[in-house]
Protein backbone atom coordinates (compact mmCIF):
# COMPACT_ATOMS: atom_id res chain seq x y z
CA UNK A 1 0.00 0.00 0.00
CA UNK A 2 1.51 3.61 -0.95
CA UNK A 3 1.81 5.95 1.78
CA UNK A 4 0.19 9.55 1.02
CA UNK A 5 3.01 11.67 -0.07
CA UNK A 6 3.79 14.00 3.04
CA UNK A 7 5.20 17.69 2.60
CA UNK A 8 7.82 19.02 5.10
CA UNK A 9 5.88 21.75 7.59
CA UNK A 10 8.59 24.28 6.26
CA UNK A 11 8.04 23.45 2.97
CA UNK A 12 4.40 23.89 3.31
CA UNK A 13 4.08 27.31 5.54
CA UNK A 14 6.72 29.02 2.75
CA UNK A 15 5.15 27.95 -0.70
CA UNK A 16 1.89 27.71 -2.48
CA UNK A 17 1.32 24.95 -5.13
CA UNK A 18 2.16 25.53 -8.61
CA UNK A 19 1.50 22.23 -10.02
CA UNK A 20 2.61 18.47 -10.12
CA UNK A 21 5.45 17.50 -12.82
CA UNK A 22 6.12 13.63 -13.34
CA UNK A 23 7.85 13.38 -10.23
CA UNK A 24 7.98 16.45 -7.94
CA UNK A 25 5.72 18.55 -6.54
CA UNK A 26 6.22 22.12 -7.92
CA UNK A 27 5.97 25.55 -5.52
CA UNK A 28 6.52 28.73 -5.31
CA UNK A 29 8.44 30.24 -2.89
CA UNK A 30 6.39 33.29 -0.83
CA UNK A 31 9.23 35.62 -1.60
CA UNK A 32 8.63 38.55 -3.83
CA UNK A 33 12.21 39.00 -4.35
CA UNK A 34 12.90 36.56 -6.46
CA UNK A 35 10.96 34.67 -8.84
CA UNK A 36 11.52 31.30 -6.95
CA UNK A 37 10.75 27.39 -7.82
CA UNK A 38 11.10 24.61 -5.25
CA UNK A 39 10.75 20.77 -6.85
CA UNK A 40 9.75 17.99 -4.13
CA UNK A 41 9.81 14.80 -5.38
CA UNK A 42 6.68 12.88 -3.93
CA UNK A 43 8.02 10.30 -2.57
CA UNK A 44 8.67 10.52 1.70
CA UNK A 45 11.73 9.86 2.96
CA UNK A 46 13.93 11.13 0.61
CA UNK A 47 17.10 13.00 1.99
CA UNK A 48 19.46 13.28 -0.23
CA UNK A 49 19.93 12.94 -4.39
CA UNK A 50 21.45 9.58 -3.91
CA UNK A 51 18.53 7.98 -2.29
CA UNK A 52 16.65 8.17 -5.78
CA UNK A 53 16.42 6.23 -8.73
CA UNK A 54 18.20 6.46 -11.77
CA UNK A 55 15.38 6.78 -13.19
CA UNK A 56 14.12 9.09 -10.69
CA UNK A 57 17.22 11.25 -11.14
CA UNK A 58 17.19 11.25 -14.54
CA UNK A 59 12.91 12.89 -14.21
CA UNK A 60 14.06 15.68 -11.50
CA UNK A 61 17.04 16.98 -14.16
CA UNK A 62 13.99 16.85 -16.73
CA UNK A 63 11.64 18.91 -14.37
CA UNK A 64 14.58 21.39 -13.39
CA UNK A 65 15.81 21.97 -16.85
CA UNK A 66 12.17 23.10 -17.50
CA UNK A 67 11.26 24.94 -14.62
CA UNK A 68 14.56 27.04 -15.42
CA UNK A 69 13.66 27.13 -19.16
CA UNK A 70 9.94 28.86 -18.26
CA UNK A 71 11.61 31.16 -15.25
CA UNK A 72 13.74 32.61 -17.91
CA UNK A 73 10.86 33.29 -20.43
CA UNK A 74 8.77 34.48 -17.76
CA UNK A 75 11.04 36.70 -16.17
CA UNK A 76 13.56 37.86 -18.70
CA UNK A 77 16.18 36.13 -16.18
CA UNK A 78 19.81 36.14 -17.19
CA UNK A 79 20.52 33.22 -15.30
CA UNK A 80 18.65 30.51 -13.09
CA UNK A 81 20.67 28.90 -9.76
CA UNK A 82 19.50 25.67 -9.56
CA UNK A 83 20.49 23.60 -5.88
CA UNK A 84 19.60 21.20 -3.35
CA UNK A 85 20.71 22.20 0.09
CA UNK A 86 18.55 20.53 2.37
CA UNK A 87 20.52 21.91 6.14
CA UNK A 88 17.18 24.04 7.03
CA UNK A 89 14.90 20.80 5.82
CA UNK A 90 15.56 17.81 5.55
CA UNK A 91 13.42 16.96 3.08
CA UNK A 92 14.94 15.98 -0.34
CA UNK A 93 14.04 19.67 -2.05
CA UNK A 94 15.53 21.49 -5.37
CA UNK A 95 16.08 25.40 -5.68
CA UNK A 96 15.49 26.90 -9.24
CA UNK A 97 15.85 30.47 -8.93
CA UNK A 98 15.61 33.03 -11.71
CA UNK A 99 18.15 35.46 -11.09
CA UNK A 100 19.28 39.36 -12.22
CA UNK A 101 22.50 41.40 -11.94
CA UNK A 102 20.41 44.30 -10.09
CA UNK A 103 19.15 41.67 -7.20
CA UNK A 104 19.71 42.19 -3.90
CA UNK A 105 22.44 38.99 -3.78
CA UNK A 106 23.64 39.19 -7.19
CA UNK A 107 26.55 37.53 -7.49
CA UNK A 108 26.29 35.65 -4.53
CA UNK A 109 23.83 33.23 -3.16
CA UNK A 110 20.32 34.21 -2.37
CA UNK A 111 20.22 32.66 1.50
CA UNK A 112 21.20 34.74 3.80
CA UNK A 113 20.97 38.12 2.49
CA UNK A 114 18.04 40.05 3.68
CA UNK A 115 14.52 39.35 4.96
CA UNK A 116 11.94 37.57 2.46
CA UNK A 117 9.03 39.71 1.14
CA UNK A 118 5.68 37.81 0.88
CA UNK A 119 3.73 38.49 -2.34
CA UNK A 120 0.77 40.68 -2.50
CA UNK A 121 -2.08 37.63 -2.97
CA UNK A 122 -2.83 39.74 -6.45
CA UNK A 123 0.46 38.87 -7.29
CA UNK A 124 0.47 35.78 -6.01
CA UNK A 125 -2.53 34.66 -8.02
CA UNK A 126 -0.49 35.90 -11.23
CA UNK A 127 2.23 34.50 -10.92
CA UNK A 128 0.59 31.28 -10.26
CA UNK A 129 -1.49 31.40 -13.28
CA UNK A 130 1.28 32.51 -15.29
CA UNK A 131 3.84 29.07 -13.91
CA UNK A 132 1.05 26.82 -14.05
CA UNK A 133 0.10 27.17 -17.48
CA UNK A 134 3.23 26.89 -19.05
CA UNK A 135 4.80 24.16 -16.72
CA UNK A 136 1.78 22.26 -17.48
CA UNK A 137 1.91 22.70 -21.25
CA UNK A 138 5.65 21.64 -20.59
CA UNK A 139 5.39 18.55 -18.45
CA UNK A 140 2.16 17.76 -20.87
CA UNK A 141 4.68 17.44 -24.15
CA UNK A 142 7.32 15.44 -22.15
Known amino acids: MNEAFRLHPKLAADTDLVTEGPLSRILLMNDARYPWLILVPRRNDLVDYDDLTEQER ?5 ECAETSKTLKRQFSSN ?3 VAMLGNMVPQLHCHVVARFPDDAAWPGPIWGVGQSVSYSEEMANERLA ?11 HA
Open 79 to 81: KTN
Open 130 to 140: ALRAELISAFR
Open 58 to 62: ETLGF
